[in-house]
Structures are given as structure tokens and as C-alpha cells.
């Protein structure tokens, strides 16, 4: 029994879920989702409260079940309220910079590395060493997170990086001196 999947997700006023066959579509103040299901989960909207059902016992539709819930969740969380990451970085000469709707990084390389917005996100720069990457897109938010990060992970020895705000970097002793 899945107990996520058999939650069930309450809708504010303001919130529209349709339901064609296995496409499921979310409406609210910030924007539209769509999501595709697996023909296996069936999803219903009654009174303002959207239920998950399975049609099968079979292990994959039993995680799928959860999965879907789980999706749809997302989408009617950031339709109302939206999903935002924050990133900073650390080390001399680390910034960031907004170039209109783009993020312009300089960490360490020989040249400015430039992160092009995807449709439906925004970059913010309120300090130069803090970005906040923000959208509707749970997925879509945490992908343009990872990949700014990617630029330049944050490093054992000294810390330096680009690293999530309430992220901890293990550190590592750098060399012991030869005794003798």
C-alpha cells in the first residue's frame, strides 16, 4: 500500500487540474504545467481534491503510483507558489553577474562563463557571490541549479566553488611535511 500515492492532494481556489487521458494539466497564478503519466495510474479531480489510483498490484505501478502523486504535487505547488535553489561562491575572484536575462560566472577561468536561462527561469543576483534560480519547474529549477554548480564544484582542500547555500563541503588536511 502506497501511503504517498494514496494521499490525497487538496487544491486551492485558485488552482485548475483537467485530467485527458494520461496528460494531466495544472493551471494556476504563475503559470501552467502538463505532465504525462503512465496508462497504468488513473487520476481524478472531485471537489477540489485530486486522488491517485492504480490499476494494478504489479510492482512497477505500485511505484508509480507514489510517483505520480508525487508529481502532481510538485506541479500544484509550483503553479501557487513556485520552487527557488540558492547557490554561492566561494573564493577570491569568484562572482556573478545578470547580462539581461542570462548569468555570467567568472570562477577562476580565463574567461566569463555564461549560463543562457531556459524558458520559465530566472536567475537573481542580490550579492555578487549569491544566485538564486527560480521557476514553476521543480525539475527544471534543480537541473539549472546542478549545472551552474557543475561549473565549478566546490573543492575538499580549501573550499573554493560553487556550492548550494545550506550545502557542507567535507575538508580534507592538505599535505604533511616530511619528518626528518
Known amino acids: 500500500m502506497s501511503r504517498i500515492g494514496n494521499a490525497p492532494i487538496d487544491l486551492s481556489s485558485d488552482i485548475e487540474v483537467s485530467v485527458d487521458g494520461d496528460t ?14 503512465d496508462p497504468r495510474i488513473s487520476v481524478s479531480v472531485e471537489d477540489g481534491v485530486v486522488t491517485v489510483a492504480r490499476v ?33 561562491a566561494v573564493g577570491v575572484g569568484y562572482r556573478g553577474a545578470l547580462k539581461g536575462t542570462n548569468l555570467e560566472l567568472q570562477v577562476g577561468f580565463s574567461h566569463p562563463v555564461t549560463i543562457e536561462a ?11 557571490t549569491k544566485f538564486i534560480v527560480s521557476g514553476i519547474d521543480k525539475q527544471l529549477v534543480g537541473q539549472v541549479a546542478a549545472n551552474i554548480r557543475s561549473v565549478r564544484p566546490p573543492e575538499p582542500y580549501k573550499g573554493k566553488g560553487i556550492r548550494y547555500v545550506d550545502e557542507y563541503v567535507r575538508r580534507k588536511a592538505g599535505k604533511a611535511g616530511v619528518a626528518g
Request: proline letters at 7%; charged letters at 25%; glycine letters at 10%.
Open 118 to 128: 531556459p524558458d520559465g527561469i530566472t536567475f537573481e543576483v542580490p550579492e555578487p
Open 24 to 37: 494531466v494539466v495544472v493551471k494556476g497564478p504563475k503559470g501552467t504545467l502538463t505532465q504525462t503519466l
Open 56 to 88: 494494478d498490484d504489479e510492482r512497477e505501478s505500485r511505484a508509480l503510483h507514489g510517483l505520480s502523486r508525487a508529481l502532481i504535487a510538485n506541479m500544484v505547488v509550483g503553479v501557487m507558489d513556485g520552487y527557488s535553489k540558492e547557490l554561492q
